[in-house]
């Protein structure tokens, strides 16, 4: 059976775990926005444009290796339209179509048509992620898709079960900027955790008597994030043997917008337990319908059509002299705006970056577009908060439908991440507003 075949197998699972601990991880999308704290609405490069892409199965080079992976998108795709985005990584000895053709773990049903859905495929059929290949794929199928479609960067959500919860728990430790929330199903330790220091909204699921992955595995994932989100420390009750239910638990304490929850169920290694049952059924199971509400708490937040908070004039009369000194040169006073820039992470191969846009006078911005000259090799993967043209050398942005309006002193920023070497600042960044 696809979801049973793990259950003879734990010396095959201790051996994976011994394999995986060598693993030295990396990747290229670590520093992209921050999804777990950014409420606005943040779409990709795909907004607005005809897809290239299509269903089914796709092939991506990756890491100097071919790779591939199946791709849903919803009925009635909308281009304008950022949808959530959620990775469905398969089990040790299961594929990429296992988990398709099970509806990605029974959230394709319940997603009506807001989800974009992945299931990547693992070498040799699992998640050993040596040297961090599989992270480097999590992040060129995810520049791959939000390049072509519509994705809101705020909604990206991973999920699996055994090793491909190894692999989402993998992906939470070493992206956390980058996924909003995971849900891990009967994992383990086994893809590595590179990082693993920063809060992630974490849902753990397992069995009480799992003979393959114990427990005390799942637990120990768990309290990483418990720790990291800020949780009260306790000790959730857990059912009865032989009770056939399961008790989830939600953690108390957590920092605003990192919540962590536990299901644990009276059950073997199974993805699927259902309650008063001692059989694993996939249209029977409770946890899809826990793992999406969940997932669906995390809906973005839909920036206001008047300013933000954080934009509203001062309540005394803003001075009408001269901008501050820290104005650039480049931007003169007349123009109503300033453009300042700055690099919020780098890593091998990429950086992410974050541009104030300033009012400086005493009369209300409508709308402002900022340019900038982007250094040789240098290339915008990714942009959100604003509207791009070009993502090389000499680009524009332009204000989104949301944040163009600024107050006397008001300012808003909009970020972008990059491919190419981030210790290289842009040059010529000017703001121009009418």
Known sequence: MKRTHLLSTLAAAALIVTTAAGGVLSGG??????????????????????????NGTRTISSGGQNRSYILRIPDGY???????????????????????????????????????????????????????????????????????????????FALGWSYGGAMSYAVACARPSVIRAVAVLSGANLSGCNGGTQPVPYFGIHGTHDSVLNISMGRSLRDTFVRNNG????????????????????????????????????GDHTPSPVDGSGSPNDSRTWTSGEIWRFFSQFESTTPPTTTPPTSTPPTSTPPTTTPPTTTPPTTPPATGCAATYRTVNTWPGGFQAEVTVANNTAATVNRWTVRLTLASGQAISSLWNGVNTGTTGTVSVQNAAYNGTLGPNASTTFGFTATGNGATAPGNVTCTSS
């Open 231 to 266: 949780c009260t420390p306790q000790n959730p009750r857990e059912p009865a043997l032989n009770s056939f239910s399961h008790i989830t638990t939600t953690y108390s304490g957590c920092r605003a917008g990192y919540p962590v929850q536990w299901a644990a169920f009276d």
């Open 29 to 54: 999308l670590g520093g992209a926005a921050e999804a777990a704290t950014n409420g606005a609405l943040a779409a990709t490069a795909g907004c607005g444009k005809a897809p290239t892409l299509s």
């Open 78 to 156: 909308d281009r304008n339209r950022p949808y959530r985005l959620v990775f469905g990584f398969h089990w040790l000895n299961g594929s990429a179509n296992n988990v398709a053709s099970a509806g990605y773990y029974g959230l394709l049903p319940l997603s009506n048509n807001s989800t974009i859905f992945v299931a990547p495929q693992g070498i040799d059929n699992g998640w050993a992620n040596t040297n961090g290949r599989d992270l480097t794929l999590f992040d060129d199928i995810s520049r791959q898709v939000e390049n072509d479609l519509c994705v809101d960067t705020t909604q990206r």
